[in-house]
């Protein structure tokens, strides 16, 4: 030992002067590492705990070690990593949200898809007039000054960016499949939403606002998701035809992988680079993929795919509650806000509550006005499920705090001071929605479900309706007869049309997709469906 | 269209001030992973082709892409990514070693352990050695002054790191397992050697050089190698004590495959933290991971973890390969080495020759001084192997490149002309050795082995003796009757150790793994063997 140790600190001097790494970044990142070595294996241990989620786990992780690092550094700084915006922004949430778009039920979203933007784009913009106006009329009260319209309207942005991790860990795809689309797909919607609004809020020029202002903001939103949308099924359907032209599978399984990760993050940077929603199209560009490219892979690749990529949008959510818990703990920012605690609470219940008020002020009333136009008692959303998607969409998370630091880490407009109080207020109400709603959660929600649950109604929204059996029943007919190409009589298929939209479009959509799309881009018809085999996955058709 | 336009033309001004993202970055990766894809399309499409390779077809393509962004910024600039040491031992060496340590067949792997050591090593430090003497005798009548002994000393460690992919490509580790164990085992050897020399170069006191020193380089060179590979042996085990233990697959198939991935990659972390060699660590704990854990793991994880890391190594190595074509197009560096072209092609012709001369100079020496020791004709290396090994390891590649920018792009000590001069060369080497000697790679190694191929000796190594018959009956015997552990008579069992080695060493391995270790750390004994199941690598015991 004694030889060994000689031999070490021989080492370690020369080592220190010529290693290649910069030794801060090295221990950054044997921190993060284990810190999401030991989330994996907390997280598996409380797997059947009331209360915790992998999230929670996460973020008490991230603070406890913010406190030791903040301790070992004498209350110096609890900086490990600075929060990049770029490291948020190209490398953690491009692979959530696209593992998001591949392992969505197609099926059920595109069921809900009015319902989902309803809420994830009409209801994001009323929560954030509802967190600016509130913030606006309230701020003033309790003593801040500083901060501008343009700073409200942020923060009105930053806090409209819910983080729905928590209750889709609970949702189950499968017993509840409506809830879980529209929660779902809110929060991917609502995601991009927040995300444009706070562009939009940014590039405003505030001094010359007229009439055309809204009309100005609506039209560039319109443009950035229908332009966003196609980039992305483009990139996806680009990818489905180069795999299954050139059969890919026939020389390595590694290439195909390979290609679909490139491609997906691919479209992302495309996206980015031409100033589009890299959200939107990451997400669109996941569902192609999962519908066309992953049906022409071999089975390792199907396999592996589903599991490397959901493995990969794990781990960086995990990094990002990680680190937002070690972050809290960063005492220059509370330094700098130089606000009494009683301030800091007051401002951030403020803030809490403006959240929970601006979800019910969209949540309750789009599903009633929704249900107004439902004919059947069934396919209504009945109070309990309002107050879950409600429940939902009150957690803060990752995107909250990345924008927060965008608008106010070196805002040049407003004090210095209420600046870094906006951060820690910030910081405290996504801590405390993730900690406190987050682990009610659970228990909430199964409360909820289990007490009302009657056996056929207890997702009513999913149950299909006699015409959804007619259709299946005509559908499965033209399909085994390919060759009999006789088309349903005009006239019911428009009635049809009226009376049922979204089932009558999904059957055009199967339709089309058979005749039109598989034969170029792949897909399930091309590939014998294995019953049992190991993909999971398949026996789902959109 | 019009109205896109406006509208886009609207946004991009603002966008561009408000974006949270550095557009030169997106540019970069939009490049690189438009770049990367184009590769994997073209590999794909060249498969068959005699001359080109995966390495070749990204060289060539980087090469292209920076005279494109040469000609596009008109002759300013090539680089759309400044080469980062951190980005490549960090992020891209990382993976390619695990994954080599985790797909070797480890049985060939250790039956040629001393041989892999020997080239690996000490023929390693041959090449060094002649490398620097030629470069310090020969540099001087070019014209070369300002470098001194360390920069010299560099040099050799610099060219001595091989990259043996071109090979690997072409040898199947199936057909010739012998060759294809020799090099890849010396690849990864002989990466961690030249990183070590070039480490104790960088760091020896050339003021004060004394009998000492030699042996003070030996005995740090066993210390990193003994406490590296202890540590990587020590990570692997603990990743499959905790998977075996605590039983993931149970809930989760993704979290297995996270703690694998993640731990992997921290025992690289904690090596370098603790400036060992994160190379071996990650290494052998790679094999360790694929012996044990592997075999604790779902069977989706096992085809999940099997193809992600190959896929993740594969899009490493191209990365690299990439970028080192596109570096050589960096005009600035050509500029201020201010050479002649004479120069420059006397100077690499220089190096490429000693890199051949001091490949030659161990790789034949050590294999006959080998063969003296054989006693049977059957394993010794004929000379065509010969000729392959010494062939395999001519190609330098993304090693070479780091290490040389370590040294001379900042460079106090020698003119800045001259380590300009140094890493043109030096690029200008791996140009040529990966794309001409590449190229012939395929053909080259396809005469050698067909044409001498005798249907029961073509890889004689690895025919199995009539003693490695006995001891694996003996073993099976033992195997099948658990119970019954009488053992093998002590006498004979010492008589084999001296006469057959590695076949003894081999069997109390395989003896001890199943008393003991398995026990604890899971593995192949307990989870029934599935003949024909998708996840290949099964039917290997070690």
Chains 1, 2 share one sequence.
């Not at 009376?499 to 034969?519: C, E, G, N, Q």
Request: charged share 15%; hydrophobic share 45%; glycine share 6%.
């Amino acid at each position: 030992m004694a030889f060994l140790g000689a031999i070490g600190s021989q080492l370690s001097p020369l080592r220190e002067s010529s290693s290649f790494l910069n030794t801060n970044t090295i221990i950054a990142l044997t921190v993060f590492f284990a810190l999401l070595c030991a989330c994996i294996v907390v997280g598996h241990l409380l797997e059947e705990n009331r209360w915790a989620n992998e999230s929670i786990t996460a973020l008490l992780l991230g603070l406890c070690a913010g406190g030791v690092v903040l301790l070992v550094s004498k209350f110096h700084s609890s900086h490990l990593l600075d929060f990049s915006e770029d490291l948020f922004f190209l490398y953690l949430l491009p692979p959530i949200i696209f593992n998001a778009g591949f392992q969505v039920k197609k099926k059920q979203f595109f069921k809900n898809f009015t319902t989902i933007l309803l809420f994830g784009v009409f209801g994001t913009v009323i929560s954030f007039c509802i967190i600016s106006f509130g913030a606006f009329l309230l701020f003033k009260r309790i003593g801040i000054s500083t901060l501008d319209v343009k700073d409200y309207l942020a923060v009105g942005a930053i806090l409209s960016a819910t983080d729905s991790v928590c209750t889709l860990q609970v949702l189950s795809q499968d017993e509840t499949p409506f809830l879980y689309s529209i929660v779902f797909g809110e929060g991917v919607v609502n995601d991009a939403t927040s995300i444009v609004l706070f562009y939009s809020v940014q590039s405003l020029d505030f001094s010359n606002i007229n009439a055309g202002t809204a009309l100005n903001l609506l039209g560039t939103f319109l443009y950035l998701f229908f332009t966003s949308t196609a980039l992305g099924l483009s990139v996806g359907l680009i990818s489905a035809y180069i795999i299954k032209t050139l059969y890919f599978g026939r020389h390595s399984t590694d290439r195909e992988v390979a290609l679909m990760m490139l491609m997906a993050y691919l479209s992302y940077m495309v996206a980015e680079l031409l100033s589009l929603s890299g959200i939107l199209t990451i997400f669109f560009c996941g569902i192609v993929m999962s519908h066309y490219t992953w049906h022409n892979v071999t089975e390792s690749s199907r396999i592996t795919t589903k599991h490397a990529f959901a493995t990969i949008s794990f781990i960086a959510e995990t990094f990002i509650f990680l680190y937002v818990g070690m972050d809290a703990m960063d005492i220059e920012k509370w330094k700098i806000s130089n606000a009494s605690p009683g301030t800091s609470i007051i401002v951030s219940s403020t803030l809490l509550a403006l959240v929970l008020l601006g979800r019910a002020a969209f949540v309750f009333p789009i599903a009633n006005i929704k249900n107004c136009f439902q004919r059947t008692e069934r396919t209504k959303i009945e109070f309990r499920k309002q107050f879950i998607i409600w429940w939902a969409g009150l957690m803060r998370g990752a995107v909250t705090i990345a924008l927060c630091y965008n608008q106010f880490a070196e805002s040049e407009e407003s004090s210095t001071e209420e600046s870094a109080l906006m951060i820690t207020s910030t910081i405290i109400v996504v801590l405390f929605s993730t900690v406190v709603f987050g682990s009610i959660t659970k228990p909430l929600i199964e409360a909820m479900l289990l007490r009302h649950s009657k056996p056929s109604s207890s997702d009513a929204a999913d149950t299909p309706s006699l015409e959804d059996l007619q259709l299946l029943f005509i559908e499965n007919n033209d399909s085994s007869e390919q060759g009999n190409t006789q088309p349903v009589p005009r006239r019911s298929r428009l009635g049809l049309l009226i009376s049922h939209p979204t089932t009558t479009v999904h059957y055009l959509w199967r339709k089309f997709d058979d005749r039109f799309m598989r034969p170029v881009f792949g897909g399930r018809g091309f590939v014998p469906f294995v019953p049992g085999s190991p993909s999971g996955v398949t026996d789902e058709t959109c």
